[in-house]
């Protein structure tokens, strides 16, 4: 390094650091300073006042440390803040009510507490939180309804094209193809959780390839049904007609009656009593949803043969914004980046809906997605991304942590 | 200002500071993050008063380590050392936003630059340090890398005053630059849209590849919504000094260049070529430059076929020293009269170094800091190989009279432009400002 650089750096340094104190000092009286050693775990106080509690964690030890929070049996965990490396400073925030707690670190992360003392959180407990939960009970309720009611309208819509295509009625079946998957569509996430039936429903001919599983379901119909010609390619480049064959009446009952089945155990599965739903899944099912378009829909290479992208794009967007829908209210009691980051996913739901309704609408229908040139694809793809950005913080801004 | 003024890291300085701006407000999804202003202190600090880092990170690669002031009178990565590696972007502006939104990407966009120029992440703890159940806020790849010399150059397109259709979608038509226009074309131009023009850049130079990425990367995800990449360039190897303390590298035709660039020290030329003056129109312009990037794909299967001596006498230089070839040293001036036995000049009446010397360009200079590079190969099989040309000066006529006397230049057999854009750099940023401030003041 330069000398000049190091010099004028170091001074900058002593300026910056001065600053910046002033700047901070009224929030780092709230932080209560943890010195981490690999034998120790000093916090500083043993009390606090109920709400959100910043301890300031510093790790002088020799190797990666954990930080935790323990309810008063000392078995449950109420707050954790992991990997905290050798040097690193780092504040970790936890939501304590009132009660009895301890404090304890984790030397490399695993084996015994160490350093493990009492803290005791004193004051009210928060009014807020008896809302939220409310919040975050109606919000499953009105999710779990939601999933139930997509796969209700899914399994009379499976069963017409199932008809229709087993018939040999390409025709109608075609006619039916894009709508039938639009709820399956919706509350993709919500089937991928149950291991093995998306890949039965929902699997393309080269992730089914991949996996080396037998390719059945939605995909392996639509490829019956705009059939390849001589010299076409699938989406991984491969001749279309390496290890496939239009399908024999048999083999069209076969996997019709199949993806019927598949379809009637989802929701057999996601309507059992016992079945539920986590305030993240929700959250996360939403971001699930903007990935599952920037990654296939986006490209063109989910709905290769029909070319009707367009169809499913919509309904994730849709069931991203039910999903979205149900932890707004639970988002927005977190102040205001909860309720300005609700306001901001809502702007950019509208924005991206405003693009797609230039291709047409579910009701309407959507043009063929190899009408679309690449500027319109980046087009989308840019307002996917304005989107998903401040989607992605939804979670964290709805659990608070 | 109780705490200890001691750490000798500028790591440290900002770690301890309370400065950390929530992703969300870099995102500037709520109006111009108004967080940013903390960052301005902390990382604004080590800009004032120092001077640029002129001839700090002297020869190629030294300069690892170093920080550059992103704070001055001059945006930085224009006269600091040409670092080793480039990435550069442009950008288009969304058609979702306004004027405010404008203003509010270009305060984010300026609050990381402050700290990614020091070798900080994005924002306090971005990488690592935030929820579990949240993304970072820093993308990771540059953790525990030094600043590596990274500058952060931002310049504003022609497309920023008016967009396409003519429509004035910032307020901004009537400050707009009136030599702020696409280019003209040129001989040997084969421009492709898709590389070409845009509304904003950002230029990212830095010693360490995957600091200059991380920039570009970082920079993008913060503009998601507002600005989308419309092309990228990177570039591994410096094709000019813009230091005498720096050694004058080789571009792909295995020539030095940027021999007679201007260097940072030359500071009555810097003054005279490079910087937009105060009396200069328009003011808001005032210690900022014109920036000029072409991509010129070199044919070089061909050109390697081509016999030293006319390589050479193309070029006008020696291949091994770099001297004209009037003779001398790689630094002595070019001797245009001199004869040789046979009564011609020694230099070529349509070399290179001939028609793109100031002598026969009324005296105009530019201020060259363009990259090689090789972005795979094409369809036959050739290296998609070339230099990513940049230049600044005071006026875009600079680079257009130069480039329209190489018309005649052998070489051109050997280039093709394939990409294009100018746009307008402002000055430099104090403490507490956003880039181009002064343009909407």
Redesign the interface.
Known sequence: ??R??LA??????????????????A??AEAIPVAITDDGCAVSVDTANAGAVTFSLENTGTDVNEFEILADDQLRIVGEK??VTPG????FVAQLEPGDYYTACKFQQVGAPIGLASFTVTGEASKVSADEQELSDQAVTEYLAYVRSQTSELLPLVQELADAYAAGDDETARRLFATTRVPYERIEPTAEAFGDLDPKIDFREVDAVADGIDWTGFHRIEKDLWPPAQGDLNSDGQDAFLDWAPSTPEERQAYADGLVENVTQLHELVTADDFSVSL?DISNGAIALLDEVAAGKITGEEDWWSGTDLYDFQANVQGAYVAFGAVRALAESKGD?GT??A??IDA?FT?LNEALAAYGSLEEGFVNYAELTDADK?AL???V??????L??L???I?G? | ???P??????E????????GV???HL?G??GAGAAGA?VG????????G?AM?TG???ASG????????FYGEHQAGIVTPAQDRLHFAAFDV?T?IDRDGLIGLLRDWTDAAARLT?GLEVSE?GA????????PADTGEALGLPASGLTITFGFGPGLFADADGVDRFGLAARRPASLEPLPRFQGDALQPERSGGDLCIQACADDPQVAVHAIRNLS?IA???A?LRWSQLGFGRTSSTSTTQQTPRNLFGFKDGTANIKAEETADVSEQVWVAASDEPAWLAGGSYLVARRIRMIIENWDRVQLGEQEMLVGRSKGSGAPMSGGTEFTEPDFEAEGPTGATLIDTNSHVKLAHPTVNGGMRMLRRGYNFVDGNDELGRLDAGLFFLSFQRSPEQFITVQRSLAADGLNEYLKHVGSAIFAVPGGIRSGEYVGQALFA
Request: glycine share 6%.
């Open positions: 390094m330069n000049r650089v004028a750096s170091a001074t900058a340094t002593v300026f910056a650091l001065a600053l910046s104190g002033c700047v901070a000092k929030d780092l992991e990997n690193q400073k780092v504040d993240a980046e300005k980051l306001a901001e950019q924005s980046k793809s840019d307002q991304n304005a989107l998903a950005e401040p992605s913080q979670t964290s801004t659990l942590v | 200002m109780t705490r003024a001691a750490p000798e890291q500028p440290q300085a900002a770690a301890d500071s309370e400065s929530s992703r969300r995102l999804l709520f903390a202190v902390a990382a604004g600090a080590a800009g004032v120092v880092s700090a990170a002297n030294s300069g690892a380590a170093s920080a550059y002031p969304s979702t020091q703890g690592v340090g935030g929820s579990d159940y949240a993304p995800r998601f919504g507002r989308s």
